[in-house]
């Protein structure tokens, strides 16, 4: 049962999580209470919130009125439409006595039969219940994090111990104001399978990951920008670039690389390509033990096709040219890239 600590909301203090159950009440049915739904402390969650309620709110302003009258059991609002469907509001102002709520505050929503599409259909809801305290101008609130289950043989649920009557009458709570006045409300979510989603993978091993360009005549390179022929690994195209008198920073001082999404590739719109490579520039002294290759890491989102990810300044035009060095030797550079993960996204409507 949904229970609520008096001494603590006299304090003014955050409300703890409810302990109890949350029980079903068969609309036609009203004297027998449905034992089948056990809510779990963990699940029943209390708080105080700012923000009013989305869906339906419910003023009173003789709430005393209904509680001295012996033949108005509970008060059931106007239907209201959330998701397609026709939802009511129903406060028991001295508590569901048929489920447990004696001497409690009971609120429960109930979903109208009408509105069912079929006798086997089910509706999942999430359901927030609010009640206004004036004198710090917010709502006590209490839900499920668990949805409920609507059908045509469980159309209320709700909590049967929301607040004390004690607490809720007591004028120094706020929760009746004005003399007579108080404000129900709740928040009703339906919810309905996701008609759209995606796969997201990252592969790792390819066949053939890395691709190698031996660029001949290096020094003769005409142009600021030069492309390797286009390679395929991971399901995807790609280029290396190199801009041998460099670009950006690099311009003049060192020679920039990247790699780059083929320019013919076909991107989705708000598709992004994980890719973790490896960039290099080759050593061709094989005993070198001053000199190696360099070797500078990818880890970047590709999203459009022709744009790339890489260095301005991958290596100084000094150490190009230093034959002693290794990289360009009989007028030959040889670049690679090395290709470790590529990420895919296969989405549903295709």
């Not at 890239?337 to 996204?345: G, K, P, Q, R, Y």
Request: net charge negative.
């Amino acid at each position: 049962m949904l229970g609520f600590c008096l001494e603590t909301e006299e304090k003014g203090a955050q409300p703890n999580s409810i302990l109890g159950e949350a029980h079903y009440l068969n609309k036609d049915d009203l004297d027998i209470s449905s034992r089948d739904y056990k809510g779990s402390p963990s699940n029943l969650v209390t708080g105080m919130r700012d923000r009013p309620p989305m869906s339906y709110s419910l003023r009173m302003e003789s709430f005393n009125t209904l509680l001295q009258s012996n033949e108005t059991e509970r008060y059931e609002s106007r239907p209201f439409p959330v998701g397609g469907y026709n939802w009511s509001l129903i406060v028991y102002p001295n508590g569901n006595r048929q489920d447990s709520g004696s001497g409690f505050i009971s609120l429960y929503v109930a979903v109208d039969n009408s509105t069912l599409v079929s006798s086997h259909q089910e509706v999942f809801a999430d359901l927030r219940f609010y009640v206004f305290k004036r004198t710090e101008r917010n709502f006590f609130t209490v839900q499920d994090t668990d949805v409920w289950r609507y059908n045509i043989f469980k159309t209320m649920w709700g909590f049967p111990r929301v607040l004390p009557l004690d607490t809720f009458r007591n004028p120094s709570n706020g929760y009746l104001f004005n003399g007579d006045n108080c404000e129900f409300g709740v928040d009703v979510t339906v919810h309905s399978p996701f008609e759209s989603s995606e796969l997201f993978t990252v592969s790792r091993n390819f066949p053939n990951p890395r691709f190698t360009w031996t660029i001949q005549r290096f020094s003769t390179l005409v142009g600021d920008t030069h492309l390797s022929n286009t390679f395929s690994v991971g399901g995807r195209n790609w280029n290396i670039q190199v801009n041998p008198r460099g670009r950006s920073t690099g311009a003049g001082r060192a020679m920039s690389m990247y790699l780059i999404l083929n320019a013919n590739e076909k991107v989705r719109p708000n598709e992004k390509i994980y890719v973790r490579a490896r960039l290099r520039v080759i050593n061709q002294r094989i005993f070198s033990l001053l000199w190696t290759t360099i070797e500078r890491p990818i880890d970047h989102w590709f999203t459009t096709p022709g744009l790339g990810w890489g260095y301005d300044e991958f290596i100084s035009l000094d150490d190009l040219r230093d034959f002693w060095k290794g990289y360009v030797m009989g007028d030959v550079l040889i670049v690679e890239v090395e290709m470790e993960a590529i990420s895919s996204t296969n989405y549903f409507p295709s």
